[in-house]
């Protein structure tokens, strides 16, 4: 099986998870302000998210409006680097998915940088805390 077999098998998994584990209301002590931030701004395609909490194995929604949506799901791989899944998902006024883009990167805890995923330029500092 070729690795553009694995990649486009992984995609679909990640696909069906999606949309079952993103909640509408954040936890107060999980989102951080600048989060709430991001969920105004609807015109721009850079987006500022500040410094983003995320929990290792537990997928974070935000949403950057007008529809869309961007999944984090880390995976610790030593004390200070982790792997991100990233999945930036647009949907219609009638609620399907109109758009999926899924990327993955490595990226150390506490350390801002940014990122292009489909048509959008997210910036943020992760920090990952370990279950």
């Known amino acids: 099986m070729g690795i553009l077999h694995i990649a486009t098998i992984a995609a679909i998994s990640l696909t069906s998870l999606l949309p079952a584990s993103c909640r509408k209301t954040a936890d107060k002590t999980s989102a951080?302000?600048?989060?709430?931030?991001?969920?105004?701004?609807?015109t721009n395609t850079a987006h500022e998210l500040?410094?983003?909490?995320?929990?290792?194995?537990l997928e974070t929604c935000v949403h950057?409006?007008?529809?869309?949506?961007?999944?984090?799901?880390?995976?610790?791989?030593?004390?200070?680097s982790f792997q991100l899944t990233l999945a930036l998902e647009s949907k219609s006024e009638s609620g399907k998915?109109?758009?999926l883009n899924?990327?993955?990167?490595?990226a150390k805890t506490d350390k801002p940088f940014e990122l292009a995923i489909g048509d959008f330029q997210l910036s943020f500092t992760p920090h990952v805390a370990v279950e």
């Open 50 to 57: 500040g410094e983003l909490t995320l929990t290792n194995h």
């Open 102 to 106: 899924v990327t993955e990167i490595v």
């Open 32 to 42: 951080p302000a600048s989060v709430a931030a991001a969920n105004t701004t609807t």
């Open 64 to 80: 950057l409006g007008s529809g869309k949506s961007c999944f984090f799901t880390p995976r610790m791989i030593d004390r200070h």
């Open 97 to 99: 998915t109109r758009d």
